[in-house]
């Protein structure tokens, strides 16, 4: 098994780059450190997050080596710690080790963290039928696959922006109707209409948060 | 100021189903569309005076998204005598409504006129969008469009393209003409109007089917075995949605009235089968997988 040491360096955002790692679309490649052999809560994984303060992101793909990247104060105890580096593949579920050493921090760190900064997203699609005309979108689900009928349509109905800030769902139209997507306002009381995703469309929402119904739609 | 052109995009739905939107069409790939807004049989007074009647609103649109999901969206309209639409220009200045945000619903719902085409040149759907209002009804339309919200769509998007293609195309259950015989064909479905209303929408109770196909394949054999074919035989179009998926369009026999032209030349001999009729809108049905269309006598 390959080991590297790599360095992170708060004053900077890039970190270290893994050769040989490439993913297929599916896998999944995480990131565990450790402190004196005990786990330290925190989770990096391969989900192109972006830029939150405070986030450490990992980006992995097809044709890309594992690149794990970093926001100015990175959630770590200040020393050496150790880390491993997984894939875990969509076929065999399992987690396989593919690199580990040492990893040097250093700078100007934050306290380590009490709590989990990010958990991991629902890999698996969310299929949504015309049985679920208003399908509440919850935190946990990343890609959702909509089949609405021609004769009526899916409403996805989005949880508050603020609370989920940088959160990315990609949206597919599988079907032959129109999902409309909808946001929450606080002062209707009532979703509102943000976009409608036409048959054979996708879309991607980001939260950005700035209010409660507040998302980017990518299109 | 001078203003921007352009379409940001064109939806259509079912009347009363423009908010969510029910039954609708979003031309996401399309030729140059255009709104043309004027007088409606204004009256002539004396010294050429013109009296205003009605403002007539009419839309027209060649899009590339000849799906039979498209079809049948298009069939409904016509079978309930119109269809809601939203028409957003670009903007004209950073208010997203600047350009107009034009609501056809309610009493100025639109007719519609339509033809859905498949050839070996091009798929395509037409259609032609039309009402006459009350210049009050007018006014309050287009100083609405500053107000009403976008429903937010995509404006271009290749999801219904399909290259224009023939898999077969048999009459009694054999080919008219070997693929590399065939020179040309055209298969269409078009609203015929019966009559326009007094706000000037069309009225349809039939539609229009033709298709054509010519082969090079003109030997005397030939000729006579098609002659001979009964002319209201059943025919049916297989064309391809995907790498192995078809959409069919079986025309029962009784329908379709098959007609023959042969040209034999100095620069081409070929023959040229055609068959035409016009049917009650009923007899066209799209089952629920909206892949296969069939046409009934009755």
Not at chain 1, 116 to 137: C, L, M
Not at chain 2, 7 to 30: H, M, N, Q
Request: charged letters at 20%; hydrophobic letters at 40%; one cysteine or more.
């Amino acid at each position: 098994m390959p080991v590297k040491n790599i360095t992170i360096d708060v004053a900077n955002d890039f970190i270290d780059s893994f050769a040989d790692t490439n993913a297929t679309t599916n896998d999944l490649m995480i990131m565990n450190f450790y402190n004196a052999g005990a786990l330290i809560n925190v989770l990096v994984a391969s989900e192109k997050l972006g830029g939150l303060p405070n986030e450490i992101v990992n980006e992995a793909g097809v044709g890309y080596d594992v690149t794990i990247v970093k926001s100015k104060l990175a959630l770590l105890p200040s020393g050496t710690l150790t880390y491993k580096l997984f894939r875990i593949t969509e076929s065999e579920q399992l987690a396989t080790e593919i690199y580990n050493g040492n990893a040097t921090v250093s700078g100007s760190q934050s306290a380590e963290p009490a709590q989990v900064i990010w958990t991991n997203h629902n890999y698996q699609p969310r299929d949504i039928k015309q049985d679920t005309p208003n399908a509440a979108i919850n935190t946990e689900d990343r890609l959702l696959l909509v089949d609405p009928d021609l004769n009526d349509a899916i409403n996805l109905l989005l949880p508050d922006a603020r609370s989920i800030k940088g959160k990315i769902y990609e949206v597919r139209n599988i079907g032959d109707g129109n999902v409309v997507v909808k946001g929450y306002d606080d002062l209707a009381q009532n979703y509102v209409q943000l976009f409608v995703v036409n048959p054979g469309d996708g879309i991607d929402i980001r939260a950005n948060g700035a209010n409660e119904k507040d998302y980017i739609i990518f299109q | 100021m001078i203003s921007k052109s352009g379409i940001k995009y064109i939806v259509t739905a079912e009347r009363g189903g423009l908010s969510s939107p029910v039954w609708s069409f979003r031309a996401g790939l399309r030729d140059n569309a255009e709104l043309m807004i004027n007088d409606f049989n204004p009256l002539k007074s004396v010294r050429n005076v013109n009296l205003t009647v009605m403002k007539n609103f009419k839309f027209s649109n060649k899009t590339f998204q000849a799906t039979v999901r498209n079809f049948r969206v298009f069939d409904l309209y016509a079978k309930t005598g119109g269809c809601d639409a939203q028409l957003v220009a670009v903007p004209q200045s950073d208010d997203p409504k600047s350009g107009g945000v034009f609501n056809f619903v309610g009493d100025a719902f639109f007719g519609v006129m339509f033809k859905f085409l498949l050839s070996n040149k091009e798929r395509s759907l037409n259609y032609d969008l039309e009402c006459a209002l009350d210049p009050w009804d007018a006014n309050n339309l287009l100083n609405q469009s500053l107000i009403n919200n976008p429903t937010n769509q995509t404006g271009i998007s290749t999801a219904d393209y399909i290259p224009p293609n023939l898999s077969s195309l048999t009459v009694n259950g054999l080919p008219v003409f070997a693929k590399d015989e065939l020179l040309e064909w055209e298969f269409v479905i078009e609203t015929k109007e019966t009559e326009k209303t007094a706000y000037n929408r069309s009225k349809v109770d039939y539609y229009k089917l033709s298709l054509r196909a010519k082969g090079s394949d003109a030997t005397i054999t030939k000729i006579v075995t098609m002659m001979n074919t009964n002319n209201l035989s059943a025919v049916v179009l297989t064309t391809r949605y995907a790498d192995s998926s078809y959409d069919t369009f079986t025309i029962n026999s009784n329908v379709l009235a098959k007609r023959e032209e042969v040209q034999i030349a100095d620069n081409t001999r070929n023959l040229n089968v055609i068959w035409e009729a016009e049917i009650p809108l009923a007899n066209v049905v799209v089952d629920g997988t909206f892949h296969n269309v069939t046409i009934n006598a009755e």
